[in-house]
């Protein structure tokens, strides 16, 4: 896993200046390579999840939000009509963009704090400010919630760096598995990604930057998780 770490260290994304967020929390570059790494070596095993993931676009612009970006991604240069590895990887170049509109790249951040959004089914927690409510766009987002809940490695560790936690970001709100949720999503960032990867396929309405195409699709990203993708085969690094 160092190898990856230092891959992501040294690229051009981690100097990579986004709009209106600026450089990225150099902890969020390296996770987010990480956790690529990890879904990488779980479609290449079959796993259910990640073939969701890298399914061809759809078509259905309501949903996937690969459909909906359609044109952004082939202006650059990016094609998503093949199941596949392929689809797989630009999927997390538009997460990746996702994170920094939505939190900055800090995997601690609550909700936010000017939404209504307080019961344990709709307030946003995370990476990415995905709500529980959204894990009914797909029966294998329960799964997944479950199997983190059992097994909570989400590289936490690493998305800590240069990050400071506000202490109203620690705040979780509402009972039961929705307010479970909000702290899953916060304290394993792995978790947060897939969980919100999925949900780009299945209910892309669900994120404010995607549906106003706000959330840049960068080539760097692309280069990034390719040369992740390498390392993984070379040092023949499944699982993560």
Not at 34 to 61: L, Q, W
Not at 94 to 114: A, H, T, W, Y
Not at 138 to 148: A, G
Not at 153 to 160: K, S
């Amino acid at each position: 896993m160092d190898q990856l770490i230092e891959l992501a260290a040294n690229s051009t994304l981690a100097t990579f200046h986004w709009r209106d967020r600026g450089v990225a929390p150099t902890g969020y570059i390296k996770g987010m390579a990480v956790v690529y790494a990890r879904v990488y070596c779980k479609f290449k095993a079959g796993d259910a999840t990640a073939v969701e993931m890298a399914k061809a676009n759809t078509g259905n612009p309501d949903r996937d939000a690969l459909a909906w970006y359609e044109a952004l991604f082939a202006h650059a240069g990016m094609t998503n009509d093949t199941a596949g590895v392929d689809t797989l990887r630009h999927l997390f170049v538009l997460l990746i963009g996702l994170g920094m509109r939505e939190s900055s790249g800090k995997f601690c951040v609550g909700r936010d704090q000017s939404a209504t959004n307080t019961t344990a089914e709709t307030a946003e927690a995370g990476l990415f400010q995905t709500s529980f409510n959204a894990r009914n766009a797909s029966s294998l987002l329960p799964v997944l919630f479950n199997q983190y809940l059992a097994n909570p490695v989400g590289f936490v560790e690493i998305f800590r760096e240069g990050v400071k936690c506000k202490a109203h970001n620690l705040e979780n709100f509402g009972s039961g598995p929705g307010k479970e949720f909000q702290r899953l999503s916060k304290d394993c960032p792995a978790f947060a990604a897939e969980f919100a990867a999925v949900g780009l396929r299945k209910l892309r309405k669900h994120w404010g930057p995607i549906n106003r195409k706000e959330v840049e699709i960068r080539p760097e990203c692309d280069q990034l998780l390719r040369e992740v993708q390498n390392v993984v085969d070379a040092l023949n690094l499944c699982p993560i």
